[in-house]
């Protein structure tokens, strides 16, 4: 192959005509670039295959961790719905279970047992609900809060069943709900200190002043006690037994002086 200068390259001159054998290396050469051509394209269809399989199958254990997070919200959310539904239905039939029309009382003639013993349970609720407003009436006199706590503890047998079945074996129930619920409003405040340590201090307080104001009122009743048994003033009263102007004779005699 004659070669080409840079400026006859850039120059107007004719190029020289190229050879056979120039042409069949040049043939040769185009053919083995259209080949290395062929063999780059070949190589970038598998490069771009494999990084699409690599993006398929980019599902590490840490990507389905991050899904399975994603989705436990959710899961909670339902769950805690559907045991929200359920303590709903079953409250809905113990509604209606009560809302049941007695049976009629046994007949004492027919079956004089039967009729004993449901006269028997019936005067066993009467006792147990007297106990319940009984207790009840007391704690509300002991304690502020006595509502609240109630409620409260309405609100925790709903969660928890087990605590009925304590309430009615329990000799006081209105006590052991009252302190069930108080157990567990402090546990709920000893989680936020401030306000857990700030009820202790009002309570603290509280119970300072009551006692101080109880010994002022206890003081001041005894002073007022002694200032009734104090014996009057002499001055307003009017002497007895005393001498008067008629009894006065004048001075003792000297002769009776140096006797």
């Known amino acids: 192959m004659s070669e080409t200068s840079l400026e ?3 120059s107007d001159k004719d190029l020289p005509e190229a050879t056979e054998t120039e042409e069949a290396e040049e043939t040769k050469e185009q053919g083995t670039g259209e080949t290395e051509e062929t063999t780059e394209t070949e190589a970038e269809k598998e490069a771009e295959t494999e990084e699409a399989e690599e993006k398929k199958d980019d599902s590490t254990p840490e990507s389905k961790a991050s899904e399975t997070t994603e989705d436990e919200p959710w899961t909670k959310k339902a769950v805690l719905d559907e045991r929200r539904k359920r ?7 113990k509604d209606l279970e009560s809302k049941k029309e007695p049976e009629p009382a046994p007949d004492w003639w027919a079956d004089p047992e039967k009729a004993a013993q449901h006269q028997s349970q019936q005067i066993e609720a009467r006792l147990y609900q007297q106990k319940v407003e009984l207790s009840q009436d007391f704690m509300r006199s002991q304690h502020e809060d006595y509502d609240d706590m109630e409620a409260r503890f309405m ?10 079945t304590e309430l009615q074996k329990s000799a006081n129930p209105a006590r052991f709900a009252y302190e069930t619920a108080r157990k567990a409003a402090e546990y709920d405040a000893m989680k936020d200190v401030d306000s857990y340590k700030a009820k202790l201090e009002a309570d603290v307080r ?4 009551a006692k101080v104001r109880k010994e002022i009122e206890a003081e ?31 001075p003792t005699p000297l002769d009776e002086i140096l006797k």
Do not use: C, F, H
């Open 8 to 10: 006859d390259m850039l």
């Open 155 to 164: 609100e925790m047998a709903q969660e928890n069943p087990a605590l009925r």
């Open 87 to 93: 303590q709903e239905l079953e409250q809905r039939l």
């Open 206 to 209: 509280k119970d300072v002043e």
């Open 220 to 250: 001041q009743k005894k002073k007022a006690d002694k200032e009734a048994a104090i014996d009057p003033s002499l001055a307003s009263t009017s002497s007895k037994g005393g001498l008067t102007s008629d009894d006065y004779a004048g």
